[in-house]
């Protein structure tokens, strides 16, 4: 496989000899990516594409196109492009009927298998946005246990680091926390994945009893960015990490944050008016535990059970 360098967080992309304008084109592409400008990235991938007649470069290009129509929630024809991918593996010089094969994983820059690499990793990325997430793991799974060698290589540290990071966030949205723990703890994520990753391992620890690294590491989730909803769940979690570790005046003003964010199905399903009773009881707050306790008997008799 021709060297590759990495073009944004898993973007790896063709080092070829090309003209200096197209790969400044091409850097330019990465740059409006990366600034929150996906669709002028778009743009110039798509004339980088009309120029282009070799196979190799032209798969790379419609993943680097695919990833940037992810971003802007163009979900549909993301699905255009991976088939696009699909399409120009055969057409790379080298690789042929090997697209009908699993390649097998070397520790060389091989075409075979590194294309392989990406196209899966391509598809794993997709399927998440699919909201197909049983797929999205499975395709991961088979991804890093299918190639751990060639993912070692330097030329796919970005992916490499992406894809623990996704597994990690799958696997415990699957329930899968000892297994998610794993992936969690070796990822490196880049700067905007750190709040997610901090609230996702900070729920790893309170499922394996950590509640000090748990509590940690939700109140470094907890981000001024960070969408209601979830700062919903790490303010729930916390709180109970908080009462584990008998802070029960902090578990109580997390739980408090919770009422005042999070939906009523929400509310209901974790109980944290009954958390909240039992926090108020706990301090002495006997008639403001008695206003939580009515409150909790309200939501339990409008649930759907």
């Known amino acids: 496989m021709q060297p590759l360098q990495p073009l944004g967080t898993g973007k790896p992309t063709p080092r070829k000899q090309v003209d200096r304008s197209r790969a400044k084109r091409l ?24 120029e282009t007649p070799d196979g190799l470069e032209r798969f790379f290009l419609f993943y680097c196109e695919m990833c940037w129509l992810l971003d802007m929630g163009a979900v549909v024809e993301a699905r255009k492009k991976l088939n696009e991918m699909q399409t120009q593996m055969s057409h790379i010089d080298g690789l042929g009927a090997q697209v009908l094969a699993d390649p097998q994983d070397n ?10 690499v990406v196209f899966r990793f391509a598809e794993a990325k997709l399927s998440i946005k699919e909201r197909n997430e049983p797929l999205a793991l499975t395709v ?42 794993v992936f969690l703890e070796r990822a490196v994520p ?20 950590n509640y000090r690294r748990a509590a ?16 919903s769940r790490a303010r729930y979690m916390l709180g109970l990490a908080a009462y584990h570790l008998a802070d029960v005046k902090e578990a109580k003003r997390n739980f408090e944050f919770c ?9 209901r399903k974790n109980n944290i008016w009954g958390w909240l009773e039992k926090t108020s009881r706990d301090l002495g707050q006997i008639a403001e535990a008695e206003r939580h306790r009515k409150m909790r008997e309200e939501v339990e008799d409008i649930s759907p059970n």
């Open 259 to 267: 009422v005042q964010t999070a939906d009523a199905e929400y509310l």
């Open 27 to 50: 850097k330019d592409a990465e740059c409006l990516g990366s600034a929150g400008n996906p669709e002028e990235a778009v743009r110039i991938v798509r004339d980088l594409v009309r």
């Open 107 to 116: 520790d060389q820059e091989d075409l075979a298998a590194g294309s392989a």
């Open 140 to 181: 991961l799974e088979d991804l890093m246990a299918r190639y751990p060698r060639q993912l070692s290589q330097r030329i796919f540290y970005e992916l490499r680091r992406e894809a623990e990071m996704h597994a990690g966030m799958l696997l415990a949205n699957a329930d899968r926390w000892l297994e998610a723990g």
């Open 216 to 231: 940690k590491l939700l109140k470094e989730s907890i981000t001024s960015s960070m969408p209601p909803e979830w700062q």
């Open 190 to 209: 880049p700067k905007h994945y750190k709040p997610i990753r901090s609230y996702y391992l900070g729920q790893y620890y309170y499922t394996v009893r």
